[in-house]
């Protein structure tokens, strides 16, 4: 996945550019960057933050940094922010989302007299670049964004930064927010709103699908307003948000507790305890426990202080191992106990196995899984929060491998809790996975939690509706 966050004030806006994109640590875990603009030139920052906190690599960099306008970014892929000079000036560009016709953008553009694009290390082309290649081929930045946004297949939304302020755009549909923040002498603009408070800033306003608008210190200008249609992305709420943040006018953390609540109405268990896998399943969790008047604890503890989230081993075989040794048991609240764990979501399978086999080797007596969304029947086509390459890595589509002897025989019977297939998939996977019982949550609950009409959701991963 990735954020990003910029920031003009009337003052030095370093510091508030280096905490707010730090607020976006747990969108990606391999490269940060922030670029300033000093009144005459820039001064940029890129580290690799694969294996350590953003904050710990970007600390040395703040007393070389000032400026009173700056974007920064956290990634799951290529280095940003870039700079860029080009017949429209001297600008820096970061954008979070997907490019699923990134080869014949870029072909087009070397056929249309583009001289060359840089490779990065694997050979692969920097999807920013080639979203500020498309920007240069007009002849204003605001043209050269809608060209962007009319271009793409997939989402982009994007912050660019110039000596006159901060383009922001969110991408066509709105697949991923971007909200502006506002404090005296200063805005900002974020992919997440709980940026804000600790910075000081409230929510002022929120940019609509495919709507650009130009951020200086003194105030804020529409360039395009939004569209009339909108397909967010539902698992904002559920799993990749973080707790505190609010998108279109919905907290995350109400939307989980809701999200538990609707899950335990429509369910009859005989357990001791309510869980949540952690820590995004924590709060569907607690919605349940206190629907279900069942008891909430933690069996289990993740050890953090060493091995935090952006630790990320260089083989499987040490991933996995690293996995487990983060759980540590509460064996007390483990041994001889029927427990009900409620998880955001169950994707390739793999980790929940092993971390049930995890409880019963701590002498669970049963173990009941309750995934806080359907199944996940697609990969994304817009986001890059799941690196899968193929959706034979997705459970269900394992299960339908089996059941079918063809992955894709019968997607929308198995896409529809209410069929024979999909019961035989649920059936199949928690055999599978050794689960006491499973349950996913259904879709329309799941969209009813969430509040939006649901017209204005993107559900793509669990229906392949686009």
Not at 76 to 101: M, W
Not at 215 to 226: A, K, S, V
Request: hydrophobic letters at 35%.
């Amino acid at each position: 996945m990735g954020g990003i966050f910029g920031v003009v004030s009337k003052n030095d806006c370093v510091m508030d550019l280096y905490f707010g994109t730090d607020y976006h640590s747990h969108l990606g875990t391999s490269r940060g960057g922030m670029a300033v603009w000093s009144g005459r030139s820039f001064s940029r920052s890129i580290h690799n933050i694969e294996n350590v906190q953003f904050r710990s690599k970007f600390e040395v960099d703040l007393s070389s940094m000032s400026g009173n306008m700056g974007i920064g970014c956290i990634s799951d892929n290529e280095p940003q922010p870039l700079l860029v000079r080009s017949h429209l000036g001297h600008y820096a560009i970061t954008t979070v989302g997907r490019i699923n016709n990134l080869d014949e953008l870029v072909d087009h553009c070397l056929k249309s007299n583009l001289m060359h694009f840089l490779e990065m290390t694997r050979g692969e082309i920097n999807p920013t670049e080639v979203v500020s290649a498309l920007i240069d081929r007009e002849s204003t930045i605001k043209d050269g964004i809608l060209r962007v946004q009319e271009t793409i297949d997939g989402s982009c939304s994007l912050l660019v930064l110039t000596n006159n302020g901060i383009y922001a755009a969110r991408d066509r549909l709105g697949r991923t927010p971007l909200v502006i923040g506002k404090k005296e002498g200063a805005y900002c603009v974020s992919f997440e709103s709980c940026a804000f408070a600790n910075l000081g800033y409230s929510m002022h306003y929120e940019l609509g699908p495919g709507e650009i608008v130009l951020i200086t210190p003194d105030g804020i200008e529409q360039l395009n307003p939004p569209g009339n249609k909108m397909k967010i992305c539902s698992f904002l709420w559920v799993y990749f948000g973080y707790p505190s943040s609010t998108y279109e006018g919905v907290n995350v953390e109400i939307m989980r507790n809701r999200n538990g609540a609707i899950m335990a109405i429509n369910d009859k268990v005989d357990v001791d305890y309510v869980a949540g896998i952690p820590d995004s399943g924590v709060a569907h969790a607690i919605g349940y426990s206190n629907e279900a008047k069942i008891p909430y604890v933690r069996p289990f503890i993740k050890y953090t202080p060493t091995w935090s989230r952006s630790f990320i081993p260089q083989t499987q075989e040490m991933r996995n191992l690293i996995a487990k040794m983060k759980l540590m048991p509460i064996v007390d609240l483990i041994n001889g106990k029927k427990i009900l764990f409620c998880d955001d979501s169950i994707v390739r399978g793999t980790q929940m196995k092993e971390t049930v086999q995890f409880l019963y080797s701590h002498n669970a007596k049963e173990v009941h899984i309750r995934s806080a969304c359907p199944p996940l029947l697609f990969n994304c086509k817009y986001h890059n929060f799941s690196r899968s390459k193929s959706e034979m890595e997705l459970i269900t589509r394992r299960a339908i491998q089996f059941l079918e002897g063809d992955s894709n025989a019968h997607l929308d019977e198995y896409c529809d809790h209410r069929t024979e297939r999909y019961c035989r998939m649920v059936e199949y996977i928690g055999k599978q996975l050794n689960f006491t019982t499973l349950k996913y949550q259904t879709l329309p609950d799941m969209l009813d939690a969430i509040g939006l009409p649901h017209e204005n959701l993107c559900t793509y991963c669990w229906n392949g509706l686009e």
